[in-house]
């Protein structure tokens, strides 16, 4: 442990968080309120050290704090939606060792397993009556062949047939290559029976499912252009009747129209879209619309930010709506005039491996708030806000975390030393920090970047910055240029310009944190993946500075990325002007790999070896680049990993280990 070998092991003087406590942690996630506002369903998603998964079950907690398990715990549990009255809840459950649909009657306790489908189901929606789920779930249509090859014997043992593709989009990461077909909405009772296919059209209809008053239409979003393939996020609203099946289309801008809901009253549809404009990032604006898809207009277009998800006001007059500002992530009342106040925030915590805002929320139809709360020592817990007044309702790591000596976390400001912009960061303190700085002592410092690169870090709950502070070290994250939660402008700098002035940033964030803390200057490291990975290779080939560095999964050569990553039609289209063949020299001015003759920094790189989003070859270039300098490098392969590494709570705590492990061989004391 870094700091600590200047005087004692830090785990002697302080309980501090180690890797195997990844697997004692738990989260809540999933929520639903019941009506009165008294009640909160969610899953309570754990650890499983035995098969290495996150897994999960739902619970109820009240508003007196009383948890009770309402699934047994012994499956993985999920998606829970209660009905009108309030008397079922609907959830998937894989208790037949598939996922299903199953029905728990609150007020027996009895539960039920509703479908036996050979694909798993989501997004149910209740029906106004409760006589009624709508679903999507994905049919399987003929895989394409072109050609039988003719005299095999019977019982011959012949190699698997070749796999025929013709489409844009044929693999997705963690999926795995494309099964032939499309999601479908289907229709079932909620006392048992068949489902009922209700849209037949050989497009995907994945989004959200909401019924309109009467119970006779379906509205929901989905991407029917001509031209789909390239214009992957263009979605439209539309109606189906669920008696004749009969498709109305109710949007029809270019741009992605998506999350519909229909107003408690019948009368309007919310939703959620912006004009494409084929930039990096736009604001997702909240839209209102009557039933029929005529009046449509914008009431968030003068909120510089963008709108994550929303929930229907039981008057119909507002729409509670959140959204992320500065790191945080508030819940706001928007009336439908136009008026805005913010009716709850401390959001986040369901992204328990690095500080992102990821978050949930419900709405009874008293206006009682329930939420995900964020605490930056604690993942998401849930909580409640009444009547403007807040009240956390679990504690659900108290008994794993209450005993342990975690990160302090602080804000931190400072000025881009290329423009003077505002650049916000945030400083976690490995545990005696203060009593060790007294004493003279100074640290080692990692810098770890957020990937995205359009997303934002905040003060929020991380096991991978928690670790890294209970090994010794001041860890410093930050949103640089580009990043979401500050406006359009200031994400849309790095259109076709990255990375760029995002890296002096950064730089001026380190400098923030030597001028006023106890920094060993000779002990600066530097991380981050996916897009943190990508300014990870940039720094090391434009400053000497750092000791040494991490990349994680990242993009090294923009030309060979584009035409291997399994997004690149939307890539190409959103974040570049040119073809990469009509632009060569931009697309490589703009990758690390050319400035890979630049590097002396000692360099890990790291990426799962199923990762399709940056395919491995991209880290493989960066590796082989350096071996041919001779610079100090090492590559580290997760098996079957993709992009999201930390699914697996082990593969979590190897990164975290092959990290730290990197960043001791290259502290002062040894390297001197």
């Not at 079950?57 to 715990?73: A, E, F, M, S, Y």
């Not at 289309?249 to 404009?277: C, E, H």
């Not at 760029?500 to 920094?519: F, N, P, R, T, W």
Request: glycine share 6%.
């Amino acid at each position: 442990m870094a700091y600590a070998q200047n005087d004692v092991d830090n785990s002697q003087v302080h309980n501090t968080l180690q890797l195997e406590d990844v697997f004692s942690l738990e989260y809540a996630s999933g929520l639903a309120i019941t009506a009165d506002g008294d009640e909160v369903y969610f899953v309570r998603n754990y650890m499983d050290i035995q098969t290495d998964k996150k897994l999960g079950n739902i619970w109820k907690v009240d508003k007196n704090k009383r948890l009770t398990p309402v699934t047994n715990g012994l499956h993985v549990d999920f998606s829970p939606s209660l009905s009108p009255d309030n008397s079922k809840l609907a959830y998937i459950s894989t208790a037949s060792g598939s996922a299903q649909i199953h029905m728990k009657w609150l007020e027996t306790g009895e539960s039920s397993q509703m479908s036996h489908f050979s694909q798993s189901p989501s997004n149910l929606s209740w029906s106004p009556d409760g006589k009624y789920i709508a679903f999507n779930r994905f049919v399987n249509s003929k895989p394409k062949s072109v050609v039988s090859l003719p005299g095999k014997p019977q019982n011959a043992q012949w190699a698997k047939p070749a796999v025929y593709i013709d489409d844009m989009y044929y693999r997705f990461d963690g999926a795995g290559f494309s099964q032939a077909g499309n999601s479908q909405i289907f229709v079932m009772s909620s006392n048992g029976g068949a489902a009922r296919q209700v849209t037949h059209e050989k497009f995907d209809h994945r989004s959200n499912i909401s019924w309109t008053k009467d119970g006779k239409q379906l509205i929901y979003s989905s991407n029917k252009r001509a031209e789909k393939d390239l214009e992957w996020t263009d979605t439209n609203i539309y109606a189906v009747n669920i008696n004749d099946q009969q498709v109305t289309q109710l949007t029809d801008r270019v741009g992605p129209d998506n999350s519909p809901i229909v107003s408690p009253n019948g009368k309007m549809i919310a939703y959620l879209g912006y004009d494409q404009n084929f930039k990096n990032y736009e604001n997702t604006e909240l839209f209102i619309m009557d039933i029929d898809g005529s009046n449509k207009r914008s009431i968030t277009a003068d909120l510089d930010r963008s709108i994550n998800s929303i929930k229907w006001a039981d008057n119909s007059k507002a729409i509670y709506m959140s959204y992320h500002d500065k790191g945080e992530t508030y819940v706001a009342y928007q009336s439908l005039k136009g008026k805005r106040e913010i009716a709850a925030k401390n959001l986040g915590g369901l992204s328990f491996g690095r500080p992102y805002t990821g978050s949930q929320f419900d709405v009874a139809e008293d206006g009682t708030i329930a939420f995900t709360y964020s605490d930056p020592q604690r993942p998401a817990d849930i909580a409640i806000t009444r009547k403007g007044r807040t009240n956390q309702l679990t504690d659900l790591n108290n008994d794993a975390l209450s005993y342990k000596t975690l990160a302090s976390i602080k804000e931190l400001n400072v000025k881009s030393s290329f423009d003077d912009r505002d650049i916000q960061a945030w400083v976690a303190y490995p545990p005696g920090y203060e009593a060790d700085k007294k004493a003279g002592k100074t640290f080692p410092l990692i810098l770890e970047i957020h990937g995205g690169p359009v997303t934002n870090y905040g003060p929020h709950f991380s096991a991978e910055v928690q670790l890294m502070a209970a090994s010794g070290y001041v860890v410093v994250y930050a949103n640089p240029r580009g990043s979401d939660s500050y406006g359009k402008e200031f994400a849309q700098t790095i259109y076709n310009n990255y990375p760029s002035q995002d890296y002096d940033d950064l730089m001026s964030v380190v400098d923030g944190v030597i001028a006023k803390e106890a920094i060993n200057e000779e002990a600066l490291f530097v991380t981050g993946g996916s897009g943190g990975g990508v300014l990870t290779a940039w720094i090391v080939g434009h400053t000497d500075r750092f000791a040494a560095a991490v990349v994680a999964k990242p993009v090294i050569n923009w030309y060979s990325f584009v035409l291997t990553t399994d997004i690149y039609p939307f890539v190409i289209k959103n974040w570049f002007e040119k073809m990469p063949w009509e632009d060569s020299e931009h697309y490589m001015k703009l990758s690390p790999i050319s400035y890979v003759g630049n590097v002396t920094t000692p360099t890990m790189l790291l990426t799962g070896e199923a990762d399709q989003r940056t395919p491995i070859a991209e880290t493989e270039q960066f590796y082989q680049a350096l071996k041919l300098r001779n610079i100090d490098t090492a590559m580290v392969r997760i098996p079957d990993a993709p992009h999201g590494i930390y699914k697996r709570p082990s593969n979590l705590m190897s990164k975290v280990a092959h990290i730290l492990w990197w960043f001791e061989q290259y502290q002062p004391e040894k390297t001197n």
